[in-house]
């Protein structure tokens, strides 16, 4: 993604190649997030010496890569990259111990939780296998708690098969609402329960993102992920082997989900993204426009 800016005519000698063009003449400044590099009036520099980004929690943020990977970037840090520049509102997640699923704070219910046992789609060995017992005919499932109210809120989980191909995510407000989702190939949504709007997205390496968003129709709620052996049946006889791996559960208010926010004992608030010219110098408000 590229932003040009100030077309002039002065430019068009002395511009960069690169840099883009308008009706027959070139910007005076241009960002091109893509290669990281900015043309501002003739010199050529990277885009931190133009934009700044003032975000100061938390201490990593992250940023969805055109390889379908994860990269986290430092507090007051511009994300950008192959798919642009990401600048988002500010955004709580009420989901506690998000990447932690053998945590108390996620009760477990005819399975288990074992830390660390595979690579996350941010590249650490974080994620955790959920793994079922060898129950017969029943659920299978780790479950917590969220205050929510009546208003828009968004669910979101990474998961990766490991046995298992298809879960469900129960965005509960007080009343189990599940969305079912197949964990191959592309991805595909399943059984959804009336009022959810889900998607799922297939990341790198066999990772995919499930989110479900709907309007919570009363107060209380919770975060509950099944293990599930088809579409819509989320009771079976368990093999005590399968499952799948979890890493980033998040539960936040807002009509849709945004990037991933780590939370550990409590929950965290990612703030807005403010992003502002850190160089004014080259700009002419009486002869050029932004």
Known sequence: MQIGIGLGTSMLQNGLKWALYAGGVQATMDIDFLSGRVKNGTVPSLVETMLACARATPAAAYYL??????S?????TLRY????LLVE???????????????ASWTKTRVTATADQAAAPDGTTTADFLKEDAT????????????????AYAWSL???????????????????????FNLAGAGTVGTNAAGNTSTIAALANGWYLCTVTRTAAATGGAFTVYLASADNTNSYSGDNASGVYLW??????GAFPSSYIP???????RAADVVTFSDLTWFDGAAETI
């Open 65 to 70: 890569n055109n390889d379908l990977t994860l």
């Open 72 to 76: 986290s970037y430092a507090a007051n």
């Open 81 to 84: 990259g192959t798919r642009g």
């Open 89 to 103: 509102s500010s955004r709580v997640n009420l989901c506690l111990q998000s990447q932690t699923f053998d945590n």
């Open 136 to 151: 017969a005919t029943s659920t299978h499932l780790a479950t917590q708690s969220i205050t929510i109210t009546t208003a």
């Open 158 to 180: 990474y998961v990766k098969p490991n046995g298992r191909t298809w879960i469900a995510i129960d965005a509960n407000d007080g009343t189990p609402r599940l969305t079912y």
């Open 248 to 253: 980033g559960a998040q539960n936040e208010l």
């Open 263 to 269: 939370t550990t004992t409590a929950s965290v608030t």
